[in-house]
């Protein structure tokens, strides 16, 4: 859920508007809704100073502009570095060196890439390749498609050849290629060979990978892949580690390892922090277990671990989201004693909890107490109240609030613009539902098929209860 700037304030319809006691009977409109003019609250552009113009200059006449390859033929690009090279007029440095390199890497192959760095250091003899240059080529060679890693040793062996036996950065730049290309078994298999034989990983290189095995792969083996590097190593788990797999294990609902972690980092003698705390807290809201979120909340305290506005926005969603909405309001006051002035999310959460049991005005009370405070709602906060207003047939609210985010600019979410749609439906104002589909398609606020279907099902909905006489 985006977040809108504090620019973006009410200031077309005052909140105190959607308060007021609605009429009776709801007007049938054909029209397409009317959208308030809304004043600009943004300075104009600064007009460009005139004079001359600078001159755009070509990569040949500025050799530090980037050069992009079209052709991966090995050839073209030997011509292409012969024309840069010849018609330059200043020194060509390691860096612009470095950038022909990448550019051309990028649709090459592994093997014409390293051919087209021995050209460049063949025909430039003050050319100095250095470690980064030889980066590029490990990238490239971890993100090419092969089912082994001899073109990642073919690089590596280039690196130790030439001086540059490969150390952390490089352990680290292999990683992170290999798993965003898909290939995590050869990144585990390469940072035990790296580990063995040159340079082990750093705690952030590490944590990288832990973090990436526990969204693809089994818990089991990520235990198996934190055990073998501990034993044969002695790479241990920090505090950091222990974070992101209980951070798993809360994600999926699997608390009772959250609290086993918990009790094996207290082991390795790490004392959880704050972020532990609220990701286990995190856990016990997503199962709907206030009453377990608070226990967490005292623990902390027990512990002599502060909370943060992360820790009571957290605890007040959990609330509010298990129907403990009074229980979540008491913490708005504690957080500010602590001096944690509840944000936009913090409200947010608490409106939610109002339109669920059914205090949609509650909802709108607490919108206007946020803005008196300062507090500016975002897209998040006024899509939940037109969720919340739909749901409970308050139309003619929600149909003011649109007009209020359509002024601002907001994007509708698919939730929110679901419930709007049918509820416009149901009481046959097809222009306007028309109007909000045009409205999503035109501010990009989600796909445009999804969109169309939702209103297509909507219109089903109607043309049927007309047909069994259910609406007018």
């Excluded at 730049?173 to 750093?202: F, M, Q, T, Y």
């Excluded at 298990?322 to 504690?334: C, N, P, Y």
């Amino acid at each position: 859920m985006g977040k809108i700037p504090p620019s973006f304030r009410t200031s077309t319809v005052p909140v105190t508007t959607l308060l007021k006691n609605p009429p009776a009977v709801l007007p049938k409109q054909s029209a397409v809704l009317e959208t308030p003019q809304k004043p600009h609250h943004f300075p104009k552009k600064r007009p460009q100073p005139s004079g001359k113009t600078k001159k755009t200059r070509t990569p040949i006449e500025d050799p530090k502009s980037p050069v992009i390859f079209n052709s991966p033929n090995l050839l073209d690009a030997k011509k292409l570095f012969a024309s840069i090279t010849t018609t330059s007029t200043t020194p060509l440095d390691l860096r612009f060196h470095n950038a022909l390199l990448q550019s051309y890497s990028s649709i090459s192959t592994v093997n014409d890439s390293i051919s087209f760095l021995r050209h460049m250091i063949k025909s430039q003899p003050s050319f100095s390749p250095d470690r980064s240059t030889y980066h590029i080529l490990l990238s490239q060679s971890c993100k090419s498609p092969n089912s082994d890693l001899s073109a990642v040793h073919q690089t590596l062996n280039l690196m130790v050849t030439h001086g540059f036996p490969p150390d952390r950065v490089t352990t680290d730049i292999a990683v992170r290629s290999l798993c965003s290309a898909g290939r995590e078994e050869h990144a585990i298999e390469l940072v035990k060979e790296l580990s063995l034989k040159h340079s082990p990983p750093d705690s952030f290189t590490y944590n990288f990978i832990i973090r990436h095995l526990c969204k693809t792969r089994a818990l089991s083996t990520v235990y198996n892949f934190i055990d073998e590097l501990q034993n044969s190593f002695q790479l241990k788990p920090d505090l950091v580690t222990y974070t992101i797999l209980i951070d798993n294990v809360c994600n999926g609902k699997n608390l009772r390892e959250a609290t086993r972690l918990l009790e094996v980092l207290g082991e390795a003698g790490f004392k959880p922090d704050c972020y532990v705390y609220n990701t286990i807290m995190k856990g016990y809201c997503i199962l709907d277990k206030g009453s377990e979120a608070i226990g967490v909340y005292k623990k902390m305290k027990e512990e002599g671990v502060e909370p943060d506005l992360v820790t009571y926005n957290t605890l007040i969603f959990g609330l509010s989201k298990s129907g403990r909405v009074k229980e979540a309001r008491k913490f708005l006051d504690i957080m500010a004693e602590m001096g944690h002035f509840p944000d936009a999310v913090t409200y947010t959460s608490l409106m939610n909890g109002l339109c669920r049991e059914g205090n949609a005005l509650g909802a709108l009370a607490l919108l206007e107490e946020m803005e008196a405070k300062g507090c500016s709602p975002n897209s998040c906060t006024y899509n939940t109240l037109l969720h919340g207003l739909c749901k409970l047939r308050m139309l003619a609210r929600g149909i003011e609030l649109y007009g209020v985010m359509k002024s601002d600019g907001m994007k509708l979410e698919k939730a929110s613009y679901a419930t709007f749609v049918r509820a416009l439906c149901k009481e046959g104002r097809v222009a306007e539902a028309y109007e909000a589909f045009d409205y999503v398609v035109e501010s990009k606020s989600f796909d445009d098929v999804t969109a169309y279907s939702t209103l297509e099902n909507s219109l089903k909905w109607l043309r049927k209860a007309r047909e069994q006489g259910l609406a007018s």
